[in-house]
């Protein structure tokens, strides 16, 4: 990702561009673990309204990779609750990559 291009597309610097960043990951980590959790109770429209969000923020923020997935995701909570589970934990694990990178970047 060249975090230059992407600040510059937002109309930031690219310190304000990661500290966004950094709340980014730190949202959807807790955003996505709480999709897990909607979708084994059966809360199949507060799942899909949380990958809209995570997709909408992905797409913003240049992650076009991960907005993929989302909407990918969004499409099969209905269809297949059990393969979207596991799918969510993969984008949970992206998004800890994520995390790792902006912590050791610092």
């Not at 429209?45 to 993929?68: I, Q, W």
């Not at 969004?74 to 902006?102: C, H, M, W």
Request: aromatic share 8%; no cysteine.
């Amino acid at each position: 990702m060249d975090i230059e291009k992407q600040a510059a597309r937002l109309g930031m610097d690219e310190a304000e561009y990661k500290v966004l960043l950094r709340l980014f990951v730190q949202t959807s980590v807790a955003e996505l673990s709480d999709l897990q959790d909607s979708i084994k109770a059966g809360g199949l429209e507060k799942a899909k309204h949380l990958l809209h969000s995570f997709k909408g923020a992905s797409v913003n923020l240049g992650f076009t990779e991960l907005a993929d997935q989302s909407f990918y995701l969004q499409n099969l909570v209905d269809s297949d609750p059990g393969q979207a589970t596991e799918l969510s934990r993969k984008l949970i694990r992206e998004i800890r990559d994520l995390e790792k990178y902006f912590t050791a970047s610092r």
